[in-house]
């Protein structure tokens, strides 16, 4: 299976421990985008990667949360001092120019 | 800025019975629109995208959608509903140019009865 994949699929942590999720996009795919789904709403946009370069990162991303790409391949999202309110579906996508992004399965946070 | 409107939080057919969700767009340019359905717990797939020429796209599972400048809607439809199409379904926009990150809708969940 060459789709995009994001590890771990499922995490609970408590309040205020720093939490770090990856995704590894389809292979040659050199865009890379980050989303967060919270209950009952559709994906909002986190930030977003070309091969390593952060280009774009959404007001949501508070300086609690960073992402790297750091050779152009996979990704990480770290959430440092977790509040409840981080409790999301985060959600992972790549493309490569084609402008139809491939979503991962997503990591379901809960912070307890 | 670009939003996406999916006025049906909640829809319920017969199995057999045809669908149409809706979707309305705001940008001010031509839009790239897709529909993605999410199943319980999993990530999105994509169903069909229209970036342009024929305003009438086919997707997958038999899914098709009609792509209406002047109504400013990208609906989805579907002729007869099958119980595996139970889900929740997302309208997104993509900017015209360049990188595109999505703007979603809100989704609209389909249950289907027997």
């Known amino acids: 299976d060459t789709g995009v994949s994001q590890d771990p699929r499922h995490k609970i942590t408590k309040r205020g421990q720093n939490v770090t999720f990856r995704c590894d996009p389809i292979?040659?795919?050199?865009?890379l985008y980050w989303y967060r789904q919270t209950l009952g709403q559709g994906p909002e946009f986190l930030t977003y990667?070309?091969?390593?370069?952060?280009?774009?990162k959404s007001r949501l991303l508070s300086d609690r949360f960073s992402a790297e790409r750091p050779k152009g391949s996979f990704s990480t999202l770290e959430i440092q001092r977790t509040e409840q309110g981080d409790s999301a579906m985060y959600l992972c996508?790549?493309?490569?120019?084609?402008?139809?992004?491939?979503f991962g399965p997503g990591t379901r946070l809960t912070v307890l | 800025a670009q939003s996406v409107t999916q006025p049906d939080i909640h829809i319920t057919v017969s199995e057999g019975a045809s669908l149409e969700l809706r979707c309305n767009y705001s940008?001010?340019?031509?839009?790239?629109l897709f529909w993605y359905v999410q199943s319980p717990g999993q990530g999105l797939q994509l169903l069909l995208k229209?970036?342009?020429?024929?305003?009438l796209v086919q997707g997958i599972k038999g899914f098709e959608a009609e792509f209406k400048r002047s109504q400013s809607s990208f609906n989805l439809r579907k002729p007869s509903v099958h119980w595996s199409d139970a889900a929740e379904y997302f309208c997104?926009?993509?900017?015209?140019?360049?990188?595109?990150?999505?703007?979603f809708g809100k989704g609209t969940m389909l249950l289907v009865s027997p």
């Open positions: 996508a790549s493309d490569t120019g084609s402008d139809t992004q491939y």
């Open positions: 292979s040659e795919h050199n865009r």
């Open positions: 990667f070309q091969n390593e370069a952060q280009l774009e």
């Open positions: 940008y001010g340019a031509t839009p790239y």
């Open positions: 229209y970036f342009s020429g024929d305003t």
């Open positions: 997104a926009v993509g900017v015209e140019s360049g990188y595109s990150t999505l703007t």
